[in-house]
């Protein structure tokens, strides 16, 4: 069973709008910070934003800040990401991470987002 299976990537144009969904089993759900990473090849995997437990709190990288929301439903296991005002530069493979404070991780394999014209 796989712990992390994202969805909802893909290819559009420049301006446009993507949302991604991260399917979560296998781990108390409710308890973990979600986050979701973009990695360009050849460079770092960086974070792009993390939600709470509760999903009360949230966090952006200044550069995602007004364009992309996560959020979740912890009735579903599921942490979103919606990308609105989608740049070339946003081109990468997107993953779903889970962390806990016990420092229990998990990663999923990740789905390409293709911003061109």
């Known amino acids: 069973q796989v712990p992390l299976v994202e969805s909802g990537g893909g290819l559009v144009q420049p301006g446009g709008s993507l949302r991604l969904s991260c399917a979560a089993s296998?781990?108390?759900?409710?308890?973990?910070?979600m986050s979701w990473y973009r990695q360009v090849a050849g460079k770092e995997r960086e974070l792009v934003a993390g939600?709470?437990?509760?999903?009360?709190?949230?966090n952006y990288v200044d550069s995602m800040k007004g364009r992309f929301t996560i959020s979740r439903d912890n009735a579903k296991n599921t942490v979103y990401l919606q990308m609105n005002s989608l740049k070339p530069e946003d081109t990468a493979v997107y993953y779903c991470?889970?962390?806990?404070?016990?420092?229990?991780?998990?990663w999923g394999q990740g789905t390409q987002v293709t911003v061109t014209s």
């Open positions: 991470h889970a962390s806990s404070e016990d420092a229990a991780t998990y």
């Open positions: 296998g781990f108390p759900f409710i308890y973990y910070t």
């Open positions: 939600i709470t437990p509760s999903g009360g709190g949230t």
